[in-house]
Nanobody
Framework: QVQVAESGGGSVQAGGSLRLSCAAT????????MAWFRQAPGKEREGVAA???????RYLDSVKGRFTISGDNEKNLLYLQMNDLKPEDTAMYYC?????????????????????WGQGTQVTVSS
């Protein structure tokens, strides 16, 4: 049984930092493309950062220079270091993993078509 679990969310003041972690177990293979998404109340889920098996990364423009994604594909582990957090970063953050490379078959790196998702971890940033 596949399980994807995020941790590390919490409440911080603007300018603070958090580190999110994600662990996937039960996958029949090592992950290739791994990503973080977020969803704020009343808004669509959006891609925040993604990392491919070769280490290539992509970021949402609004988090570039503040967030860093990293991971261990062999162990299906994923991390998101978030610095200089802003109130607009407040959202539920989700981990997503896939068995294909990012951008496979022309798919957007931030498409929501990942087969494996966690339940989310809440990040709240106060001003």
């Amino acid at each position: 049984q596949v399980q994807v679990a995020e941790s590390g969310g919490g409440s911080v003041q603007a300018g603070g930092s958090l580190r999110l972690s994600c662990a996937a177990t039960g996958l029949p293979y090592s992950s290739f493309c791994m990503a973080w998404f977020r969803q704020a109340p009343g808004k669509e889920r959006e891609g925040v950062a993604a990392i491919d098996r070769d280490g290539t990364t992509r970021y949402l423009d609004s988090v570039k220079g503040r967030f860093t994604i990293s991971g261990d594909n062999e162990k299906n582990l994923l991390y998101l270091q978030m610095n200089d957090l802003k109130p607009e970063d407040t959202a539920m953050y989700y981990c997503a993993q896939d068995s294909v490379i990012c951008g496979w078959n022309g798919r957007s790196w931030f498409s929501t078509d990942y087969p494996y998702w966690g339940q989310g971890t809440q990040v709240t940033v106060s001003s």
